[in-house]
T-cell receptor, first 109, second 120 residues
Framework: GIQVEQSPPDLILQEGANSTLRCNFSDSVNNLQWFHQNPWGQLINLFYIPSGTKQNGRLSATTVATERYSLLYISSSQTTDSGVYFCAVDVAAGNKLTFGGGTRVLVKP | GAVVSQHPSRVICKSGTSVKIECRSLDFQATTMFWYRQFPKQSLMLMATSNEGSKATYEQGVEKDKFLINHASLTLSTLTVTSAHPEDSSFYIC????????????????FGSGTQLSVL
């Protein structure tokens, strides 16, 4: 099956800092989504982005499908950005997403 | 975004008992729901795909007789962990697909808040 690798595995940021999270995948994908899991376990859908660039407030994402990677940018980080960020992909249209290992982010005040 | 409600949020049970977890899409119809399992500090693993009106499709290695899934309506899927044992203790999360363009894209996945199962 498809392999999804995220880097870095852990990230500690000072409040206000910017950061970039990376997701590499081993095959062409039809579906790519970024999620944020808060410390209580709730997953929030951040972006549906199989290709191209999207922005939502302080977050933006870019997927370069031909090179099989996606980037999530966090600007002016806040303590509420802490949690785990997951990239998930599917090679087909069925939404059977395969999740990467996640990037655990801690934003310190 | 679309709202998916999952109950209970936490359950503690004795070994050998069965536990039912409910997953509801509150503001959209979900023909397909997914059930995931997550161990502490690990990623999500897909257990099964639940389709309204038909049998669930289980991932390799997931016991269908242990994890019973019923998707009786377009807004409700249930996961029953039968004869639970301590090794079944985990965080179970449901998700629903779609919601239409109103929620950004029909392919977006929305998650319930999860159920922490502890089997004594």
């Amino acid at each position: 099956g498809i392999q999804v690798e995220q880097s870095p595995p852990d990230l500690i940021l000072q409040e206000g800092a910017n950061s970039t999270l990376r997701c590499n995948f081993s095959d062409s994908v039809n579906n790519l989504q970024w999620f944020h899991q808060n410390p209580w376990g709730q997953l929030i859908n951040l972006f549906y982005i199989p290709s191209g660039t999207k922005q939502n407030g302080r977050l933006s994402a870019t997927t370069v499908a031909t090179e099989r990677y996606s980037l999530l940018y966090i600007s002016s980080s806040q303590t509420t950005d802490s949690g785990v960020y997951f990239c998930a992909v599917d090679v087909a249209a069925g939404n059977k997403l395969t999740f990467g290992g996640g990037t655990r982010v801690l934003v310190k005040p | 975004g679309a709202v998916v409600s999952q109950h209970p949020s936490r359950v503690i049970c004795k070994s050998g008992t069965s536990v039912k977890i409910e997953c509801r899409s509150l503001d959209f119809q979900a023909t397909t729901m997914f059930w995931y399992r997550q161990f502490p500090k690990q990623s999500l693993m897909l257990m099964a795909t639940s389709n309204e009106g038909s049998k669930a499709t289980y991932e390799q290695g997931v016991e269908k007789d242990k994890f019973l899934i019923n998707h009786a309506s377009l807004t409700l899927s249930t996961l029953t962990v039968t004869s639970a044992h301590p090794e079944d203790s985990s965080f179970y999360i449901c998700s629903a697909r779609g919601g239409g363009e109103e929620f950004g894209a029909n392919e977006k996945l929305f998650f319930g808040s999860g159920t922490q199962l502890s089997v004594l």
